[in-house]
């Protein structure tokens, strides 16, 4: 079988090694400008519109990352750029879970212990003690019940918070408040303390965390988003900040990345800011799903994290 690889960071040589250890049978290249030669997989992140051009053969694409956003924006913008026939497969966590966990986690008790507050009286060489936060009116909301957002909401139900979940399509998360559909999203935002958006990136999503949103969690909220900047709208945030509408926000997706050096985000103290790296792709993880995922397609077995073209995860 034949399998291209291409990522846009410069690491591509130490995962052509792993997959040629994982998979010992498979004719790997890495695909470069102008190769338009048969292959019957990809596994790629952010590739350009041309590794698909003439693709006839491929049997599936493999996302290295659990968001496919940049592949779903190609082919919105020039519907058919994914072949037909081929299915688009997401990392299903692969380590991605735990990372989400603790990144989430650690933003949800730095603001409940008001450890934000501390940094910045210590800063000003202050010694006052805060009153913490009551824990049972903390209400943490994870809007995203996918494989991340459903490990981050479980795990924040071990510090004995109220924890809400809403996702699309009903789940049922011990220890958690779940809600579904458009119908219920004012229930689930009303009144919660820190909401953390682990969204799918569509065009439905986009712009979800806005002033009309803002306005209906307890004053003072918290907001931590680690799924993409194309959920915030960046004003409507500076302006809830200034307000005292939100309290604070931790941030690590944003609309462009790298965030430029004149981004009014880095001038806001309130506001924490993370490149990107709430959950690193790991590569001996995703290597070894991946490969059993082909292994599985060549042996006609079926596969779970294929992509709903339409739906967008
Ligand atoms: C992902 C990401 O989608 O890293 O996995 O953002």
Not at 251 to 266: G, I, M, Q, T
Request: neutral net charge; hydrophobic residues 40%; aromatic residues 8%.
């Amino acid at each position: 079988m034949k399998i291209l690889f291409y990522t846009p960071h410069s690491d591509a040589s130490a995962w052509l090694h792993d997959l040629a250890q994982a998979l010992p049978r498979a004719d790997l290249r890495e695909w470069k400008p102008g190769d338009t030669a048969p292959a019957d997989y990809a596994i790629v992140w952010r590739p350009p519109r041309e590794l698909f051009a003439r693709r006839a053969g491929l049997r599936a694409v493999f996302n290295l990352g659990a968001g496919v956003d940049a592949i779903l924006a190609l082919e919105h913008a020039q519907p058919g750029t994914l072949p037909r026939e081929a299915a688009l497969v997401r990392l299903e966590d692969t380590g991605m879970a735990a990372q989400m966990a603790e990144y989430v986690t650690y933003a949800v008790l730095r603001y409940m212990r008001r450890f934000d507050e501390y940094e910045r009286l210590q800063a000003e060489r202050r010694w006052h003690v805060l009153e913490p936060h009551p824990r049972r009116t903390f209400t943490v909301g994870v809007l995203g019940l996918g494989v991340l957002g459903t490990h981050v909401a479980k795990t924040l139900t071990s510090f004995g918070l109220p924890v809400r979940g809403y996702s699309r399509s009903e789940k049922n998360i011990g220890g958690v408040a779940t809600y579904a559909g458009a119908g219920q999203l004012d229930a689930f935002l009303d009144g919660v303390k820190v909401l953390v958006n682990l969204l799918p990136s569509t065009p439905d999503t986009h712009g979800v965390l806005n002033r009309r949103t803002f306005a209906k969690l307890a004053r003072g909220a918290y907001l931590v988003n680690v799924a993409r900047g194309e959920h915030l709208v960046e004003e409507d945030l500076l302006d809830a900040l200034k307000d005292g509408r939100i309290a604070a926000a931790t941030l690590d997706v944003f609309r462009k990345e790298p965030l430029s050096a004149d981004h009014p985000f880095w001038n806001e103290p309130r506001i924490t800011i993370t490149p990107h790296s709430s959950a690193e792709t790991l590569r001996e993880e995703s290597v070894q799903q991946v490969a059993q995922k082909i292994e599985a397609l060549e042996r006609g077995e079926a596969i779970s994290g294929i992509v709903d073209l339409a739906r967008g995860y």
